[in-house]
């Protein structure tokens, strides 16, 4: 858990290991729901596709996510985001240029974003990968996330081993999930594992998740973490 007052999450000094790569598996980033969650730090190893958090967004209208600096990130990254039941929502493989010109800044190339203030083309279906504005950017509300970091060839599927998201060119734009499998949850990885080594996930409009019933909240799913964090401050 989280120490008092923390806005920053090691996946080995604050999870005790590696993060799992499914929902079911994930690293529960367990803390004060009312700090705020700034920074995932961990590391992709050899043989490892992915790594899943389960995180709070409390502001789903400020909620961006990316892996910073090519000194941050090392590797070519992927972000991929799920509800609270493990269903694919977002995914981007290299920033969207127009980001790197608006906060946040700094973005390194080949790195990963997924949030607003992107240009309405660059959210797109994966049905249609090269018609601009053919998704609309938005979260479902409040409540429990996962999200994954990956190298770029790592592909997140479903139990059947179908791709959730579309995979390739153009790289660029921020993709929701096909629509046949938006219903579907992350059950395993395919494609390659690729580059590995250290990531940084930058959060804005994220929080801890609540402690000491975290695991209660995961099993609950979305309404029961909201009823809880709606308990904690009666």
Do not use: C
């Not at 389960?54 to 090392?74: K, N, R, Y």
């Not at 992927?78 to 269903?87: A, E, F, I, P, Q």
């Not at 090269?130 to 990956?150: K, V």
Request: hydrophobic share 35%; no cysteine; proline share 8%.
């Amino acid at each position: 858990m989280a120490s008092a007052g923390a806005q920053f999450w090691d996946e080995t000094a604050n999870g005790g290991g590696d993060a799992g790569q499914t929902p079911g598996t994930a690293q529960v980033v367990a803390g004060n729901p009312n700090d705020p969650l700034t920074r995932i730090t961990g590391s992709i190893t050899a043989g490892d596709f992915a790594d899943v958090f389960a995180i709070l967004i409390s502001d789903p209208t400020i909620f961006h996510a990316h892996t910073g600096t090519t000194t941050e990130t090392v590797f070519d990254s992927k972000l991929t985001l799920y509800d609270s039941l493990g269903r694919p929502l977002w995914f981007n493989d290299d920033r969207p240029a127009d980001v790197s010109g608006t906060p946040p800044s700094g973005i390194g190339s080949l790195r990963s974003y997924i949030g607003g203030a992107s240009a309405a083309g660059n959210y797109r279906s994966s049905d249609t990968p090269t018609t601009p504005a053919s998704a609309t950017w938005g979260l479902p509300g409040p409540g429990l996330y996962y999200i994954a970091i990956s190298h770029w060839q790592a592909e997140p599927r479903n139990a059947a081993g179908q791709n959730l998201f579309h995979e390739g060119s153009p790289f660029t734009p921020i993709y929701a999930p096909f629509a046949a499998r938006a219903g579907d949850t992350l059950d395993q990885w395919g494609g390659t594992v690729g580059g590995t080594g250290a990531y940084t996930i930058h959060l804005r409009g994220a929080n801890f998740v609540p402690e000491p019933a975290s695991m209660i909240a995961l099993g609950a799913g979305l309404a029961g973490l909201l009823g809880l964090r709606r308990r904690r401050k009666a």
